[in-house]
């Protein structure tokens, strides 16, 4: 979190945010707990991603773009164990 420059409140908040959007964009049945632990742990995975091609999101903005392609690439992986 400290990397993106945003506080744990802003982090859980905007965690929130991303996980549903991700989960509405991905038309998956998710809680608010949930959602907020997808987008945080999937701005800490898109961050990772992003940052080998040298890209990198800080920020308030950066933390929810991060957030919603993290949860997004979250959301598929468990799609994709589930049905395996």
């Known amino acids: 979190m400290t990397s993106a420059g945003i506080g744990w409140i802003a982090a859980i908040i905007i965690g929130g945010v991303a996980g549903w959007l991700a989960e509405q964009f991905m ?28 890209v990198v999101l800080t920020g308030a903005i950066g933390y929810l773009i991060a957030g919603f392609v993290g949860a997004c690439i979250l959301i598929a992986i468990g799609r994709a164990f589930r049905r395996g």
């Open 27 to 54: 038309k998956s049945n998710m809680g608010i707990l949930m959602n907020i632990l997808l987008g945080i742990v999937g701005a800490i995975v898109a961050n990772a991603l992003l940052s080998l091609f040298g």
